[in-house]
């Protein structure tokens, strides 16, 4: 693997071992093209706020929430290869070929809410084994994160970016519209060890566990890694967030409330595939009792506590809230 190849040369060897692993990734990153230029120009398209209903989440649903939906649905259907799709917007998985071998789940538009404030938002992505042959059955989502065999994200930015493991590694592409193509810039990327960053919704603090409460006015003193009080950056798109603190390091937090006592964040589409990413660049995940790839799901929307980031500091807010 080497920086500057595009992304089917990236990936070629290690996605060769699924059939239809690669057909996939290449169709949502051909779709990811299409809504970013759509995004780049939602302000002249009449694709901006409200769609006037909420999803099953009780979320206030976007227009451009439901216009990636649907475009996923649409060109992940047409794949042989995909059996069924859980998707945020849908309260039921979505089945398509009894003899697909493929299970996907998706954040079509993650941030929606910041859609017109122009904050990054993006496309969250897990790619999952099937364990049966037949029939599809919602139930097959069910399985562990640690089953998943690709996860990433599309971060429709100032440019189009894509996060991206198959197991073997966590690498950073970049769309380049003169080529056409997603192009390496990061390939087996890592999460430094320790950080200077905290991201959470510290308004909520009051509502959180006493030793995340312990854990927020910690990062505010000078005992902590770097020895200076830690900066708190958090912008409320999941994405975003995640993005800058891989690249400088950092922790995100999104603990249990009183008002959401299971978290806010949904385990298959959201938490699972970005604790992949994490891991396969050296970070962690947790969701304040264990590891996150080992939470077997009850449900596909299940929410969890998520907390994933810095390995050290991990390990730091683990002696809070450990």
């Known amino acids: 693997m080497m920086k500057g190849q595009d992304l089917h040369a990236l990936l070629a060897e290690d996605v060769a071992k699924v059939e239809g692993l690669f057909s996939v990734i290449e169709t949502l990153a051909g779709t990811a093209v ?40 649409e060109r992940l259907g047409a794949l042989p290869a995909v059996a069924a799709v859980a998707s945020e917007e849908d309260e039921t998985a979505v089945l398509f070929h009894s003899n697909g071998t493929l299970l996907v789940c998706m954040d079509p538009l993650d941030g929606s809410s910041n859609i017109d404030v122009n904050i990054p938002i993006g496309t969250i992505f897990s790619i999952r084994p099937r364990r049966q042959e037949g029939p599809v059955s919602e139930t097959e989502f069910l399985r562990p994160g640690s089953e998943q065999l690709a996860a990433g994200y599309f971060m429709y930015g100032a440019a189009l970016t894509l996060m991206v493991t198959v197991g073997n590694g966590t690498h950073i592409l970049t769309y380049d519209p003169d080529a056409g193509r997603f192009i390496a810039h990061a390939v087996n990327a890592r999460i430094p060890e320790k950080g200077k960053i905290y991201s959470v919704n510290e308004g909520n603090a009051l509502q959180m566990p006493e030793g995340v409460q312990r854990y927020l006015q910690h990062c505010k003193s000078s005992e902590t890694l770097t020895g200076k009080p830690y900066s708190l950056r958090y912008i409320g798109s999941l994405i975003g967030d995640f993005h800058r603190n891989f690249l400088k390091g950092g922790l995100f937090l999104y603990p249990p409330t009183a008002s959401a006592p299971q978290g806010k964040l949904r385990l298959l589409y959201e938490c699972a595939p970005m604790a992949m990413l994490a891991e396969q660049a050296g970070g962690k995940a947790w969701t304040g009792s264990g590891r996150v790839l080992d939470v077997v799901p009850e449900r596909i929307h299940q929410r969890v506590p998520f907390y994933v980031g810095s390995a050290r500091m991990m390990d730091e807010l683990k002696t809070f809230i450990g």
Do not use: C, Y
């Not at 230029?37 to 227009?63: C, M, W, Y």
């Open 34 to 73: 299409e809504l970013w230029h759509k995004i780049q120009r939602a302000p002249f398209a009449d694709i901006l706020g409200s769609a006037q209903h909420t999803n099953v989440q009780g979320e206030e649903v976007q227009k451009l929430d439901e216009l990636a939906n649907d475009r996923m649905k």
